[in-house]
């Protein structure tokens, strides 16, 4: 690697940057705030796709396709979605360029505008449940469980690779029931999709919990949501799952006839989780040295490089070594490019988050042991030839185990349980991470929190966080008037 | 099924729209040309994607993803691609909408109109040999090798389901060579790669060739194509790839320091499939009954129906079925609905094209056997229940290798080696299929048979077709002049 990276401490959004760069994750585009995703990003992202879409198959899902263009009418539809997604996103107004009367190039067609503009999806709620009007007629179609994994754009004004992109790479489940407790029940199991997702392959523990009314969905009755805490003290939303009630049924007409034969609008539910994933991923867990990829999300697990070169007896050992590997499911590579040294791969391996490094040289094969290196802990140790693979997936285990602890204790050291102001503004502004606090249920008070020290309502959990014991008659932090309840607050990306 | 299709012999295209619907692969919707792929043929869909997907990596490629919108001076900078792409297709020319100031709903803001426009990708050359010059710089960069799954467009006046959309899904490959060699040798590779899977999973057998100049790709320098024969006797294009020259490398200013250290322009290939492919596959097997699939590309290739309805005993057999077919790799579904009966169920199983199904009743499990049926050729047999589960899998391939063959003796019977323009303007007319005839080498000759007959240049096929023998100094078949190749003509899709 030609240069390192900005420090952490240093400077905390450079270090993000430089990692995305470095690690060949993703690259900018010419386009305004669209980023290209390199391949070994995309490879992560397919890790990441593979396994959510095994979980949402598993709990009776089925992928489909919509179109990725809604007529401007459709948005309007639902009075709380247009005024959330209508307004910055991208407009086609035109079917046809034509050359440059005046000169090279080409140029919109004047004569080819369309009657009605389309716009490019930010999110499908719209076209689909046009669509679901004429796949539902009875009890019979229900419940209708569907996926789609698409593109979709907002015009965002600042942007950052992953986090916030006008493109971004998504999945939308859009389900319709039979009755609201089906729908919740429905919103709900996805939260816990999203959540199992993220600790055991992401090994990124969360906070699940509720937005207040005004952090939710536009058009939906509740929204459920993963937190998680970054390494900086900020929150991230990582996925979100809506009970939208029967506001898109009623929006797009969609009914159908029970089994006493009458006629009721359908129940729905949405839910989705992005390409923001992987700046999440980036920032539970890596470090100044580059990516650090649990086990179990890692396109390459285990990389072998020959010291000082590769040779015939080396050769034949390390394809020894990634047979038994790969018999036990773990994806490795050698590196034997002869043309760089250790040194410098050691540190390219380093950078792009590979959990083991294995090395062997001459004295290794003549001791019958090989040196193994954690990218977790930077721990070097050496290990017998003999029942290598055995020991190597054992390890794996233990890095995704202690990732997923390391990150743990910071989120339960980040979640602070404050009883008045001055112990939340020092959470904020201090401390970093999470401000547990009671909250009068207002948004007059939530905008008012936000605007004094940058902090929004994060969820009300639905499990209480550790170490927070309940209060006789609660008042708010802020106001002191009763509280409604209580709420994870932190500054959030 | 309520309502049975239309025969092919009667209305072949009103049988393929029927199809489509019938067997729940593709529905309408409200935004002009573009189809909503619904569950069951999206999931068709994924298994041709997740075997092509493998097929890609084992020859090298990998993923990446690259944005949806292209900047419309981009389109320019290759001359013969803008002729080719820059004229029908979705432009963004607006960033934002707002409330309509004289009524209800949403107008386009004009004070967000984009400095420059913005065209949807209807491929990806440009935009991705555009970040190609960030990623290229001396031949050790070389060869680049990816490939992209993404949604494009095309604004279409005249759709079909699958055959001809304004929004597809595709993948594209774009890759980058150091020598125009090594990019001719990608492409044909490709071409390969592209036959292998429409022979063996899609049971599809294909003419593998080269275009003529005039249906060339716009900016390519050669086009290798798949040709297929569907069963009204018309070609269809089922995959190309390009050798694109040096044409994106200089229009993009894409050069490589060789191992010489002199600057050299980067030679370029693109190549790709599309949910066509949907399309050739229903029309190349399915029958008046409905859709018929190959097993190694139907999401379910064995239904087991309980006659006339599931019981305990029934039940308990039918899990150890389900468990020995699992165990051997195939998909099997229980449909164990108890409010419809066999005979409904039969025919929608058979609209679905599952390639066998299983029926089981008292009497089947009194004489220790169970009833199978063939969806290709309809037959009805008797299997003993034990050792079923490896009779069933030998049956599956006999299956895949009947429907190539039937498709294979089609393909040959539907070539017709012709020797003037009577028995050219006879197969074209007539009989159907492929007239493979000698050509003088000129657009001009081919734009006159396609006004004469319709019939398009499909390509110069790679291997000779079956009993063509050369002729001494051959002459074109419409103008007697001196022919430069041998083409196989056809109408197409």
Request: hydrophobic share 40%; glycine share 6%; aromatic share 10%.
């Amino acid at each position: 690697m030609a240069k390192e990276i900005t420090a952490q401490q240093e400077d905390y959004s450079q270090w993000y940057l430089d990692i995305v760069k470095k690690a060949n994750l993703a690259a900018n585009s010419k386009v305004r705030g669209c980023m290209v995703i390199k391949p070994y990003g995309y490879a992560v992202w397919e890790k990441m796709r593979d396994d959510l879409d095994r979980r949402f198959k598993e709990t009776g899902h089925q992928n489909a396709y919509f179109p990725l263009l809604i007529p401007k009418s459709f948005l309007s539809k639902e009075a709380e979605h247009v005024e959330g997604f209508a307004k910055e996103c991208a407009v086609v107004t035109h079917h046809r360029l034509m050359n440059d009367p005046d000169g090279q190039g080409v140029v919109v067609d004047p004569d080819a505008k369309l009657e009605e503009e389309l716009i490019i999806r930010p999110t499908s709620e719209t076209i689909i449940w046009d669509t679901y009007r004429d796949w539902i007629s009875s009890y019979r179609d229900l419940p209708l469980l569907i996926n789609q994994w698409a593109n979709v754009m907002r015009w965002e004004m600042r942007t950052r690779f992953f986090l916030r992109t006008a493109e971004f790479l998504w999945q939308e489940g859009h389900t319709a029931h039979a009755s609201q407790e089906e729908a919740v029940a429905e919103a709900r199991q996805m939260l816990e999709v999203y959540a199992s997702f993220a600790e055991e392959i992401l090994a990124m523990p969360v906070y699940k919990g509720e937005k207040t009314a005004y952090e939710r969905f536009a058009g939906a009755e509740d929204t459920y949501t993963i937190e998680a805490l970054m390494q900086d003290g900020k929150a991230l939303q990582a996925g979100t799952s809506h009970f939208l009630g029967q506001n898109f049924a009623k929006a797009f007409d969609v009914k159908y006839l029970n089994e006493k034969n009458k006629e009721e609008y359908v129940w729905a539910t949405s839910w989705g989780v992005s390409t923001r994933l992987m700046g999440a991923l980036i920032m539970t867990h890596s470090d100044d040295e580059g990516l650090v990829l649990p086990p179990r999300i890692a396109p390459t697990q285990v990389v072998i490089i020959p010291i000082p070169k590769p040779n015939e007896e080396i050769d034949a050992v390390v394809a020894k070594i990634m047979e038994e590997l790969k018999a036990l499911g773990i994806s490795v590579k050698y590196d034997n490019d002869r043309k760089r040294r250790p040194g410098f791969k050691f540190a390219e391996h380093e950078m792009h988050g590979i959990p083991v490094r294995l090395a062997l040289g001459k004295r290794d094969l003549a001791n019958g042991q090989i040196e193994v290196a954690r990218r977790d802990t930077k721990e070097k140790m050496s290990y017998p030839l003999e029942g290598l693979a055995e020991n190597i997936k054992n390890l794996l285990e233990e890095i995704q185990s202690n990732l997923f602890n390391q990150a743990k204790a910071r989120l339960d050291q980040g979640t602070h349980i404050v009883n008045n102001w001055e112990e939340f503004v020092d959470v904020i502004e201090n401390k970093g991470g999470f401000a547990y606090a009671y909250w009068d249920g207002t948004t007059e008070t939530e905008l008012k929190i936000k605007e004094l020290t940058g902090a929004t309502s994060r969820c009300i959990p639905l499990e209480t966080p550790t170490g927070a014991e309940e209060v006789a008659e609660p008042k708010c932090v802020l106001t002191g008037a009763p509280a409604k309840a209580r709420v994870l607050f932190a500054k959030a990306y």
